[in-house]
T-cell receptor, first 118, second 109 residues
Framework: GAVVSQHPSWVICKSGTSVKIECRSL??????MFWYRQFPKQSLMLMAT?????????EQGVEKDKFLINHASLTLSTLTVTSAHPEDSSFYIC??????????????FGPGTRLTVL | GQNIDQPTEMTATEGAIVQINCTYQ??????LFWYQQHAGEAPTFLSY????GLEEKGRFSSFLSRSIGYSYLLLKELQMKDSASYLC??????????FGAGTTVTVRA
C-alpha cells in the first residue's frame, strides 16, 4: 500500500531557531501534499496544500513566511518552521495523494512529527 | 467555513456495537472519510462514502445521507484495540479535507 514517511518523528528546539520537517511518499508519486497541525485533544487543521513544482496554497490565518513549504519533487515536501516559538509546539502531520481531484483518491498520512519549542 | 460535528466521547463494552454520528455543513461536497487515530499517531483510513447509502468493510460500516449532511460510523464486535479517536472528515468543493474534532471511543472489558 501507499506509504508516507516523515522525518524527524520528534524534535525539541530552542525558541528562535528554525526546524525543517520532511515528508516523503515512498512508493508512489505525490502530485499533492498537505500539511496539517494538531494541538492536544483537537482535530487536524489544514495549514497548506502544495503541488509539485508550484507555490503552496496557505489556509487563512497561516503565515506563509513563518511556515515555509517546498515541494521540489514528486516524492518530497518539506515544512520549515522559522523562528519557532513555544506556541508553535504541536503535532505536524503531512499527507500525500496522487492527484487532488480524483473523487476516489484518498490522502495517505505520514506518522507525524512532534515539535516542542522551549 | 466548514462545520463538522461529532460527539466528544463514547464508551462501550467489549463485543458491543457503537455508532458514531457526524453532521456537516460544507462548501461543496466531494466525499466523506472516517479515520481512526491512536494517541500520538497519524490517522489511518477506515472508510469513504461519496454516494448515499451504507458501505461495509468487515467490522466497520459507514453510512451517508448527503441531503441532510449526515454520516455515521458503526463499529461492531468491539475489541479493546478499537479504543481510539475516530475522525469524521469531509472533502469540500476545493478537494480539501476538513476534520471534525474527533470522538474518543473507550472500550471496556
Amino acid at each position: 500500500g501507499a506509504v508516507v514517511s516523515q522525518h524527524p518523528s520528534w524534535v525539541i528546539c530552542k525558541s528562535g531557531t528554525s526546524v525543517k520537517i520532511e515528508c516523503r511518499s515512498l512508493d508512489f508519486q505525490a502530485t499533492t501534499m498537505f500539511w496539517y497541525r494538531q494541538f492536544p485533544k483537537q482535530s487536524l487543521m489544514l495549514m497548506a496544500t502544495s503541488n509539485e513544482g508550484s507555490k503552496a496554497t496557505y489556509e487563512q490565518g497561516v503565515e506563509k513566511d513563518k511556515f515555509l513549504i517546498n515541494h521540489a519533487s514528486l516524492t518530497l515536501s518539506t515544512l520549515t518552521v522559522t523562528s519557532a516559538h513555544p506556541e508553535d509546539s504541536s503535532f505536524y502531520i503531512c499527507s500525500a495523494s496522487e492527484t487532488s481531484e480524483d473523487l476516489y483518491n484518498e490522502q495517505f498520512f505520514g506518522p507525524g512529527t512532534r515539535l516542542t519549542v522551549l | 467555513g466548514q462545520n463538522i460535528d461529532q460527539p466528544t466521547e463514547m464508551t462501550a463494552t467489549e463485543g458491543a456495537i457503537v455508532q458514531i454520528n457526524c453532521t456537516y455543513q460544507t462548501s461543496g461536497f466531494n466525499g466523506l472519510f472516517w479515520y481512526q487515530q491512536h494517541a500520538g499517531e497519524a490517522p489511518t483510513f477506515l472508510s469513504y462514502n461519496v454516494l448515499d447509502g451504507l458501505e461495509e468493510k468487515g467490522r466497520f460500516s459507514s453510512f451517508l445521507s448527503r441531503s441532510i449532511g449526515y454520516s455515521y460510523l458503526l463499529l461492531k464486535e468491539l475489541q479493546m484495540k478499537d479504543s481510539a479517536s475516530y475522525l469524521c472528515a469531509v472533502r469540500d468543493g476545493d478537494y480539501k479535507l476538513s476534520f471534525g474534532a474527533g470522538t474518543t471511543v473507550t472500550v471496556r472489558a
